[in-house]
Nanobody, 127 residues
């Protein structure tokens, strides 16, 4: 059984930083993708960043230059370093595993193309 657990959320003022972590167990990484998604109240879940087993990354335009996704394959752990946070980054952040990879786009940032999900961790950015 696959378990995905996020940690590291919290409250921060605009301009601040947070680092999210995600531990996946019962899951063999192989060549598939892991990613971070976020969902604000009343909004659809949107892709933030994703990474494949070789370290190739995909980012949403809204976070490029501010967020960095990384991983420790030996520990099956995923990270999201979030800098220069803005109030519009406020959302529940979810870690996802076993995502789709294509040669054209590398790792998908589409939620339904991931099979395993964590429960989420809240990130709140105040102005």
């Amino acid at each position: 059984q696959v378990h995905v657990v996020e940690s590291g959320g919290g409250s921060v003022q605009a301009g601040g930083s947070l680092r999210l972590s995600c531990a996946a167990s019962g899951y063999t990484r192989s060549s598939y993708c892991m990613g971070w998604f976020r969902q604000a109240p009343g909004m659809e879940r949107q892709g933030v960043a994703a990474i494949d087993a070789d370290g190739s990354t995909s980012y949403a335009e809204s976070v490029k230059g501010r967020f960095t996704i990384s991983q420790d394959n030996a520990k099956n752990t995923l990270y999201l370093q979030m800098n220069s946070l803005k109030p519009e980054d406020t959302a529940m952040y979810y870690c996802a595993a076993d995502g789709r990879w294509t040669l054209a786009t590398y790792c998908s940032l589409v939620a339904y193309e991931y099979n395993y999900w964590g429960q989420g961790t809240q990130v709140t950015v105040s102005s």
